[in-house]
Nanobody, 115 residues
Framework: QIQLVESGGGLVQAGDSLRLSCTAS????????MGWFRQAPGKERELVGS????????WYADSVKGRFTISGDYAKNTVDLQMNSLKPEDTAVYYC????????WGQGTQVTVSS
């Protein structure tokens, strides 16, 4: 069974950047799409971005397009989320995911963006 651990969250000011990392242990990433989700207080969990298994296809939510970049190093079993030009509305717990909502999840890392 795969375990996913996120790191890199923190408190930043609007306009700053953060890089989140997701590291897998237990087994290598399988033949699934990797994704980053987030959940703000009082809101549903939403998909922020995803990366295909071959690393060639990415998808981003409109709210982060042009500011966030997802990348993967499958040899190292890591998937990162580079977040630039952060906004207060990006404040949320960010989760790494393998295989979609019914797949595997990390414990989440808090990102707080102050105005």
């Amino acid at each position: 069974q795969i375990q996913l651990v996120e790191s890199g969250g923190g408190l930043v000011q609007a306009g700053d950047s953060l890089r989140l990392s997701c590291t897998a242990s237990g087994r290598a990433f399988s033949f699934y799409t990797m994704g980053w989700f987030r959940q703000a207080p009082g809101k549903e969990r939403e998909l922020v971005g995803s990366l295909s298994r071959n690393g060639l296809t990415t998808w981003y939510a409109d709210s982060v397009k042009g500011r966030f970049t997802i990348s993967g190093d499958y040899a190292k079993n890591t998937v990162d989320l580079q977040m630039n030009s952060l906004k207060p509305e990006d404040t949320a717990v960010y989760y790494c995911n393998e295989g979609g909502p019914s797949g595997s999840w990390g414990q989440g890392t808090q990102v707080t963006v102050s105005s």
